[in-house]
């Protein structure tokens, strides 16, 4: 069932931004495609826990999904896991930690699910979850499944190539059994070095920008350059703990994060000449703001 004017900004990581013109969760294959009928041809977005996304504040422009119920399910399989898009990528990176499974710990300390995961690559630098990634389920628009693998879907640094309005549903990762203390012993090393340089105490979306291509600086070095680290913007700041997180401080809006991003994007490219891209997703901007954001066409 679609309901009207849903606020959404309780939903995202960053607690920032306007209401959805429609909104549903879908709880079955059935609910979802009905839901999808429902709309007709129209566009759709969907919303998995809101950990790398900012809404615009007058709102999300297009009709919201948010994939519940049966896509939040996962299990351990004999040398995989099999795990729906809504699944926590907390809990399914846990539970591979817990029975021994290796390489999940690309994924410690990355919020989400799995289905945003798979939509951004989500990863180290050097190894996105389209390198384990067996197969994946789509719901196409018009309500036909596909499954996809690696190759259909030419994975790369924080991306892939698939057509935005499919919908990923559910997933099968590799993930033989190992050594158990080398598997605990991996995840706790990359935990404490995430918690320790950056930023899990304030509302924040993760990483603004993806990393320039070596050997260029990375991201939070370049922002630090310009000197942008703790520049602040209404309530939203450039955190002074990590230079490529900007954080809520309280009653931020949309707008204030888009000012210290157009902000911190012109300085990088008049000082040093490199053209940051930004990590994270955007909805209900115009396309003039996202051209001054660095977002691709």
């Given at each position: 069932?679609?309901?009207?004017?849903?606020?959404?900004?309780?939903?995202?990581?960053?607690?920032?931004?306007?209401?959805?013109?429609?909104?549903?969760?879908?709880?079955?294959?059935?609910?979802?495609?009905?839901?999808?009928?429902?709309?007709?041809?129209?566009?759709?977005?969907?919303?998995?826990?809101?950990?790398?996304?900012?809404?615009?504040?007058?709102?999300?422009?297009?009709?919201?999904?948010?994939?519940?119920?049966?896509?939040?399910?996962?299990?351990l399989a004999e040398q995989s896991i099999r795990c729906g898009a809504a699944a926590l990528i907390s809990s399914v990176v846990q539970a591979a930690r817990r029975a021994g499974r290796g390489g999940l710990w690309i994924?410690?300390?990355?919020?989400?699910?799995?289905?945003?995961?798979?939509?951004?690559?989500?990863?180290?630098?050097?190894?996105?979850?389209?390198?384990?990634?067996?197969?994946?389920?789509?719901?196409?628009?018009?309500?036909?499944?596909?499954?996809?693998?690696?190759?259909?879907?030419?994975?790369?640094?924080?991306?892939?190539?698939?057509?935005?309005?499919?919908?990923?549903?559910?997933?099968?990762?590799?993930?033989?059994?190992?050594?158990?203390?080398?598997?605990?012993?991996?995840?706790?090393?990359?935990?404490?070095?995430?918690?320790?340089?950056?930023?899990?105490?304030?509302?924040?979306?993760?990483?603004?920008?993806?990393?320039?291509?070596?050997?260029?600086?990375?991201?939070?070095?370049?922002?630090?350059?310009?000197?942008?680290?703790?520049?602040?913007?209404?309530?939203?700041?450039?955190?002074?703990?990590?230079?490529?997180?900007?954080?809520?401080?309280?009653?931020?809006?949309?707008?204030?994060?888009?000012?210290?991003?157009?902000?911190?994007?012109?300085?990088?490219?008049?000082?040093?000449?490199?053209?940051?891209?930004?990590?994270?997703?955007?909805?209900?901007?115009?396309?003039?703001?996202?051209?001054?954001?660095?977002?691709?066409?």
């Amino acid at each position: 069932m679609w309901m009207r004017d849903v606020p959404l900004a309780g939903l995202t990581r960053w607690k920032i931004g306007g209401p959805a013109p429609a909104f549903a969760r879908a709880r079955t294959e059935l609910e979802l495609r009905d839901l999808l009928a429902e709309l007709g041809e129209g566009p759709v977005l969907v919303m998995g826990s809101g950990a790398n996304l900012l809404i615009a504040d007058e709102g999300s422009g297009c009709p919201v999904l948010v994939l519940d119920g049966e896509f939040k399910t996962f299990d351990l399989a004999e040398q995989s896991i099999r795990c729906g898009a809504a699944a926590l990528i907390s809990s399914v990176v846990q539970a591979a930690r817990r029975a021994g499974r290796g390489g999940l710990w690309i994924l410690e300390a990355v919020p989400g699910t799995m289905g945003g995961a798979l939509r951004m690559n989500a990863g180290t630098p050097e190894e996105g979850i389209w390198e384990r990634v067996l197969w994946a389920e789509i719901m196409r628009r018009d309500g036909r499944l596909d499954r996809v693998q690696r190759e259909d879907v030419e994975p790369r640094y924080r991306g892939i190539d698939l057509d935005p309005s499919a919908i990923f549903l559910r997933t099968e990762i590799s993930a033989p059994p190992g050594d158990a203390g080398r598997v605990e012993e991996e995840h706790a090393r990359r935990r404490e070095a995430k918690l320790k340089a950056q930023v899990y105490d304030q509302p924040t979306c993760g990483s603004t920008w993806k990393n320039p291509e070596a050997p260029s600086p990375s991201a939070w070095q370049l922002v630090d350059r310009v000197g942008m680290r703790g520049a602040r913007r209404g309530g939203a700041q450039v955190s002074p703990k990590h230079a490529n997180f900007i954080v809520n401080l309280g009653g931020a809006r949309a707008a204030d994060v888009v000012e210290l991003m157009i902000e911190t994007r012109r300085r990088v490219l008049s000082e040093t000449g490199i053209a940051l891209e930004p990590e994270i997703q955007f909805w209900g901007f115009s396309e003039d703001v996202l051209r001054q954001l660095g977002v691709a066409a």
